[in-house]
């Protein structure tokens, strides 16, 4: 049966928040006065399951947060290597914070760390899309 994963967001400035549906993808992240906080809503891929009802979760967003929403391949490059998702997101935080740049701190890092990563155990020739999306909420929103 064919499938599909998506994260669908919406962002509204007034008042500012970001809705979200997950459907099959890991949980995005908030990053927030140095914690992070998992994005959890959805449901399974489109397509899996007929009878399949998904939920979207709202949360308000405040100046300085970041948020991080990745696909599977992501996770799964990371499987069985030394650098794991909550490492690098982790470290990713850290870096962004000590440069002050864009989220493309974050964005570059993860990709890095997941090209070098191992992939699933046991799966030779392993690939699978690669995708990270990092949004900052500006300070003057």
């Known amino acids: 049966m064919p499938y599909a994963t998506a ?3 919406r962002f509204d400035h007034v008042p500012l928040r970001l809705a979200c549906v997950n459907a ?4 995005g992240h908030l990053l927030r006065d140095g914690g992070a906080s998992t994005l959890e809503s959805g449901g ?6 007929p009878e399949a009802k998904y939920v979207a979760s709202t949360v308000e967003l ?11 391949g992501i996770t799964e490059a ?3 290597g030394p650098v794991t998702l909550g490492h690098a997101l982790r470290h990713a935080l850290d870096r962004y914070l000590t440069t002050r740049r864009s989220p493309d701190v974050i964005c570059d890092y ?12 046991g799966v030779e ?9 990092v949004f900052a909420v500006d300070v003057g929103a």
């Open 7 to 9: 994260i669908v967001a």
């Open 24 to 27: 099959g993808h890991p949980s």
């Open 44 to 49: 399974p891929p489109l397509g899996l399951l």
């Open 62 to 72: 405040q100046p300085g947060d970041i948020g991080v929403l990745i696909t599977d």
């Open 78 to 80: 990371l499987e069985g």
């Open 110 to 121: 993860l990709l890095r760390a997941a090209a070098e990563g191992p992939g699933p155990e």
């Open 125 to 133: 020739g392993w690939q699978d899309d690669r995708t990270v999306f």
